[in-house]
C-alpha cells in the first residue's frame, strides 16, 4: 500500500481504506484514521458526551484538530509537550481535554511550523501522526495503576498519551493499549517516495514513530468561575440586548461596527412577532475569549452558541444570567465564522435556535419538527449537497447532525433567502424557492412555525 501519495487526502482515503475493518475493541474505543469525504462511514446520531484529555509526551509541539464526518479538520489546537510526573493518571492544566461525543474524531499531527499551520488551518506541510475515536465509556477503560486519587469532584475521562520512539523499518500503527497488552498492534512498513514534495515522510529524517496510548484517568471537575467576568450593554438600533466584555473586539472596532450591522440585518429577515418574542426572550454575549469547564483543565471557547438551558452553565462556571442566551466565545473568530453566509446569515441561524426552544411547543421536542428530520434522514436527502468554503463543493448537510440543526439551517434558508438568486445559507439548501424544491415537506411545516404565507 502507497502510504505517501501527492496528495495527504489521497493518502488519509488509503490508510481509512487499510483500517476500516477493525472492529471496536470492546473496553477500549476505536482507533479510527484517514476520515476522508467519500469514505468516512456516517454516525447514526449524536452520541453520548464524553471528555477526552490529549497529553503529549514527546519533545515537540504536536497539533490537534477535530474531524467532522466530511474528513474535514478544524481548530488546529497547539499540544505542548508536558513533563510526565509521578500523577500520570491525573490530567493537568498541562494536557488539552476536550468534551465531544462518541463517535466524533480527532487528528493529531506534527510541523516544523505549528504557528502557521494553525494560520492557515491547512495540511500542507504536515506529518500525520494519529487519530482517535472514542467509541466505549470512560468506565470501560481501565487505569494504567491500581492507584486511585478520586475525590468527591473528580470526573473519570479518555487520557490519550503520545509518545515518540525510534523506528526505521516499520511504523507501530498506533496501538491502543491498556496496561501495557496492546489491542490489535498493526506495523506498516515506510516507503520512500520521490514524488512526495508536499508531506514529510514518517521516518526520513530521524527514523521516529509515534504510538498512541488510551487509558481511564481523573479530572478535578470543580468549575473555574467565569462568573466574575463584567459585561456592559452595547447600544444598539435594535432592541435586541447586547452584552459585552470589556475591549471584546481586541481593538479592532470595525469588528463591532459588522457585527451591529450584520444582527441589524439578522433581525429585519424574522416575522415582526417572532423578532419581538426573540428581542424580549434572548441576548447576544460577546467574548474577546473565555475559558470554562474544569478549573483543573479548562476549555478554550470557540464559535457560537444558544444556552438553553441554566444547568450546563452553572457545571461550567459561566454565568446563569446567559440562559436562553446567544454566546460568542471568541471575537475574532467572528470575521470567519461570517464568511460564508448571506449577511447576518449565522446570526439568524443561532436565533432560529432560540425560537425553536423559546417559541414552539414543545421546544426541541416538537413532534412535528422531529418527525419531519426523521423523514428527510430516512430518506437520506441531505446526504451529500453543497456547500461554500472548504468543506465543499459537496459534502453531508449539517442539518443531518440533529433536529435542532435541521430546523436551524432550513429557517436560515427560508427566512434569510427570500431572494431566489441570492445563496444565503451556508448549505444547500441556499434559499427558500431551493427549501421548496428540495423538501417541500419541511417548507410546509416552516411556513406553519414561522407564521409565513409564502
Given amino acids: 500500500m502507497k502510504l505517501f501519495p501527492n496528495s495527504l487526502h489521497t493518502w488519509i482515503s488509503s490508510v481509512f481504506t487499510f483500517f476500516r475493518d477493525i472492529p471496536k475493541q470492546g473496553e477500549m474505543g476505536m482507533l479510527w484514521l484517514g476520515m476522508q469525504a467519500r469514505e468516512a462511514r456516517s454516525l447514526e446520531g449524536p452520541g453520548e458526551k464524553v471528555r477526552v484529555a490529549f497529553r503529549n509526551e514527546c519533545d515537540e509541539t504536536l497539533i490537534l484538530c477535530w474531524v467532522d464526518c466530511q474528513g474535514n479538520p478544524h481548530h488546529f489546537y497547539a499540544l505542548e509537550p508536558k513533563i510526565v510526573t509521578s500523577d500520570e493518571d491525573i490530567v493537568t492544566h498541562e494536557d488539552h481535554i476536550e468534551t465531544t461525543q462518541m463517535g466524533h474524531a480527532f487528528l493529531i499531527l506534527a510541523s516544523s511550523d505549528v504557528p502557521e499551520i494553525q494560520k492557515t488551518k491547512s495540511l500542507e506541510g504536515t506529518t500525520f ?12 477503560i481501565k487505569a494504567r495503576s491500581n492507584k486511585r486519587t478520586k475525590t468527591s469532584t473528580s470526573e473519570c475521562v479518555h487520557l490519550v498519551s503520545i509518545q515518540k520512539q525510534q523506528s526505521k523499518e516499520h511504523v507501530d500503527c498506533f496501538s491502543l493499549c491498556t496496561e501495557g497488552n496492546s489491542l490489535r498492534k498493526r506495523r506498516i512498513e515506510m516507503r520512500e517516495n520521490d514524488n512526495d514534495k508536499g508531506f514529510q515522510s514518517l521516518n526520513e529524517e530521524t527514523g521516529a514513530a509515534w504510538s498512541m496510548t488510551v487509558r481511564q484517568a481523573f479530572v478535578d471537575s470543580k468549575p473555574m468561575d467565569s462568573t466574575c467576568k463584567r459585561y456592559f450593554k452595547l447600544k444598539m438600533h435594535d432592541d435586541m440586548p447586547v452584552y459585552a466584555e470589556e475591549n471584546w473586539h481586541g481593538g479592532d472596532e470595525e469588528l463591532e461596527k459588522i457585527f451591529c450591522e450584520d444582527l441589524h440585518k439578522a433581525l429585519q429577515c424574522f416575522p415582526e412577532k417572532a423578532r419581538e418574542r426573540l428581542t424580549q426572550g434572548t441576548a447576544f454575549w460577546l467574548n474577546c475569549s473565555l475559558k470554562y469547564g474544569p478549573a483543573a483543565c ?13 444547568d450546563w452553565l452553572v457545571q461550567n462556571g459561566c454565568h446563569k444570567e446567559k ?10 473568530e467572528y470575521l470567519r465564522l461570517r464568511k460564508h453566509w448571506g449577511p447576518g446569515g449565522v446570526l439568524v441561524h443561532e436565533l432560529s435556535h432560540a425560537y425553536h426552544c423559546l417559541c414552539i411547543k414543545d421546544g426541541y421536542e416538537n413532534a412535528d419538527v422531529l418527525a419531519c428530520y426523521q423523514k428527510a434522514m430516512d430518506e437520506e436527502s441531505y446526504e451529500s449537497v453543497a456547500v461554500h468554503g472548504s468543506q465543499g463543493p459537496k459534502a453531508k448537510a449539517y442539518a443531518c447532525t440533529n433536529a435542532m440543526e435541521y430546523f436551524a439551517e432550513l429557517s436560515t434558508a427560508f427566512l434569510g433567502g427570500t431572494d431566489e438568486g441570492v445563496e444565503f445559507n451556508k448549505w444547500y439548501p441556499f434559499n427558500r424557492k431551493q427549501v421548496r424544491e428540495h423538501d417541500p415537506r419541511a417548507f ?10 409564502a
Fill in 129 to 140: 501522526v494519529g487519530a482517535y475515536r472514542p467509541s466505549s465509556t470512560v468506565t470501560e
Fill in 298 to 310: 479548562p476549555i478554550e471557547g470557540r464559535g457560537m452558541c444558544f444556552h438553553p438551558e441554566s
Fill in 323 to 332: 440562559t436562553h442566551g446567544i454566546e460568542l466565545y471568541k471575537s475574532e
Fill in 444 to 453: 410546509e411545516l416552516l411556513q406553519k412555525l414561522w407564521h409565513v404565507s
